[in-house]
């Protein structure tokens, strides 16, 4: 199995290598690029606020914006892209009083980066100018500025590292670990099966005195090694990569956050994915030996990645939970019960009933796969 | 020794219905003599020689092969046969040794055992320059060579040949009827299947003629030539076969 390229390269080489690199790129491109918009000076235009130059003049002082002239499209110019907002200014600006507040509007266009940016520096801006105006106003009573803060609020996460990395990749690793473990059986599966038949070696170990039971029963243990050892390979890969490009893989977030996983709940995930592993070899053998090629067997086993995605999916989103309904739904209960374990959660009954169908599915799979290498109009197709 | 009677295997086909592929055959081959099974495409050779070496289990009827039973006994029959065909490749990622160690693994031999008949056997067949070589890399003769090794490791007592010269050279062709030969003087039982009249003449000791499943004569090459009062083979073929248009 070691020596077949294919193999090869979508149990270690994928995992190790190209995922890695696909998460620093990421990280990287995310990085530069977010980091090139933030530091961006806003092209803004101001309608309006001819008298009330306080404002103006304010904004044109507002570090990261620059105020260019303006023109009558200058909405259009928004949507071009050529400047990031456009700021409106109500006559009587500067004279309005807290009986008369006046309503500035800011036009920006939703869906681009750096419009957004733009947006959150006026709406900054104009926070602190509010704050500035009742300042001024309370010192013009005699008044003390203090009235403007009455009360402070401090913020604390109570939540340990763990449980933050729960939130952020329980969903994510049981979805990855599903994908990983399917396509780590795919190749090994097609090649152990329609791949011999088309090259005249599954004729050759039929004529020795070697059970088919016992055939089969090798290529699906050669299959499950490959599927856990590409998910295990894959995690470990994942792991490494987040611990040494933290800031590249998640932008700032991770850099001031403190996440982390479990290693034991990592474990625990892996004993549940056993099972898996054996459903996904078991069936992917019974599909791919009925084709006559690898071609052919390709085209039967690459729609069943949706059939797996799509439950892995549904385990991910919020509000789908592990109950004794969704613990009879396979894949998707072991996606749930994943989440769960990585959360800290253990509700032993339901993992215990999760595991036990998963190794009722898997042992039907093995089932069929063993009467599939028994039929000879399977065997023999022609 | 191979005893076939009145073996029969029906296919069931969704266009064609039930295919007789084989039809009561019936016939005997001692050891010490090449048994050929002469027939066009189609003919069911194929399915014959794949029922006595029990890939394929017969619809009806029955086969004995080293005194063991297909039905019966298929795992002994495997053990005790050597089956080689042009359908019967290599795993491209072994070594030539590798190849025969693993199918010595297969037929159950100890190691040491292994390490014995394979350097005789690459001694015999002159492979030890490619011993360490993956089979990807042999050119055709030094594959044939690797097969014939691989069908002969555990030393069996009869040996099935499906159309083993089907698409080879002149140079690698020779190579197994030689090899053919050489397994009937060492007291082999040998079958052998093919569409190649001068084979037939050249190796055979009995020939059965099969056509549409059905075996239509057998004998000696004598024989055959009294019965049809011919002497060229092609034509006792031809008139055996039904078809003598």
């Known amino acids: ?382 | 020794m191979i005893e076939a009677h009145e073996l029969s295997k029906v296919f069931s086909d969704k266009k064609r219905g039930d295919v007789r592929a084989a039809d009561s055959i019936s016939f005997r081959c001692e050891p010490g003599q090449i048994y050929g099974l002469l027939g066009a495409n189609g003919a069911g050779k194929t399915t014959t020689l794949r029922m006595l070496a029990t890939i394929l289990s017969p619809t009806s009827g029955t086969a004995s092969v080293a005194g063991f039973d297909v039905v019966r006994e298929p795992a002994q029959v495997r053990a005790h046969i050597g089956f080689l065909s042009t359908a019967t490749a290599l795993y491209d990622r072994l070594t030539a040794a590798e190849t025969v160690e693993y199918f010595g693994q297969l037929y159950g031999l100890d190691s040491a055992t292994i390490a014995r008949r394979t350097s005789e056997i690459f001694k015999t067949l002159d492979m030890e320059e490619f011993r360490d070589r993956r089979c990807a890399k042999l050119s055709t003769g030094m594959k044939q060579k690797v097969s014939i090794a691989r069908t002969l490791i555990h030393d069996p007592p009869v040996m099935i040949f499906d159309e083993p010269t089907n698409g080879l050279d002149v140079m690698a062709a020779r190579s197994i009827t030689d090899f053919i030969r050489q397994c009937r003087d060492r007291g082999k039982t040998v079958i052998f299947s093919t569409h190649v009249m001068t084979e037939v003449e050249k190796l055979c000791d009995r020939i059965g003629i099969i056509h549409g499943g059905r075996l239509r004569t057998e004998g000696t090459l004598d024989d055959l030539r009294r019965r049809y009062a011919k002497s060229n083979l092609e034509e006792i073929f031809v008139e055996a076969s039904g078809d003598g248009r």
Request: charged share 20%.
């Open chain 1, 1 to 382: 199995m070691l020596r077949d390229k294919r193999t090869i390269r979508s149990m270690v080489i994928i995992p190790m290598v190209a995922f890695p690199m696909l998460f620093v790129v990421i990280g990287w491109a995310q990085e530069k690029f977010s980091g090139e918009a933030e530091k961006e000076v806003s092209l803004v235009m101001v309608y309006g606020g001819e008298d009330s130059p306080k404002v103006v003049q304010a904004l044109r002082d507002f570090p990261g914006i620059q105020i260019v002239p303006y023109k009558t499209d200058a909405r259009q110019e928004v949507s071009d892209k050529t400047i990031r907002a456009l700021v409106e200014i109500p006559a009587g600006f500067d004279a309005s009083s807290g009986s008369s507040p006046a309503n500035a509007s800011i036009d920006y266009y939703d869906s681009d980066t750096r419009s957004e940016l733009a947006k959150e520096k006026l709406q900054k801006f104009f926070d602190d100018y509010r704050v500035h105006i009742a300042r001024e106003a309370l010192i013009a009573r005699g008044l003390p500025t203090r009235l403007l803060e009455p009360f402070t609020v401090d913020a604390k996460n109570v939540a340990p590292p763990a449980k933050v990395g729960a939130a952020i990749f329980g969903g994510l690793i049981p979805y990855l670990i599903i994908i990983f473990c399917f396509t780590g059986a795919m190749y090994p599966a097609m090649d152990l099966t329609a791949g011999e038949k088309e090259r005249g070696t599954m004729e050759t170990i039929l004529t020795s005195p070697v059970a088919r039971t016992d055939l089969v029963m090798g290529k699906f243990l050669t299959v499950v090694v490959a599927s856990v050892t590409t998910a295990v390979l894959s995690l470990l890969s994942l792991g490494i990569t987040f611990a040494l490009t933290k800031r590249g893989m998640f932008g700032g977030a991770g850099s001031t956050r403190q996440i982390s996983i479990d290693p034991a709940a990592l474990v625990g995930v892996v004993v549940m994915l056993l099972p898996i592993a054996i459903l996904f070899a078991s069936v992917l053998l019974s599909v791919a030996l009925f084709a006559k090629s690898y071609r052919e067997a390709q085209t039967y086993v690459s729609p069943l990645i949706f059939i797996v995605i799509a439950p892995a999916i549904i385990g991910t989103l919020p509000g789908i939970e592990l109950n004794w309904k969704t613990a009879l739904v396979p894949i998707l209960n072991t996606s749930l019960v994943s989440k769960e374990i990585i959360a800290g959660n253990h509700p032993w009954t339901l993992m215990a009933a999760v595991f036990a169908m998963t190794c009722v599915y898997a042992t039907i799979g093995i089932v069929a796969a063993v009467r599939m290498f028994n039929r000879e109009d399977v065997l023999f197709r022609v």
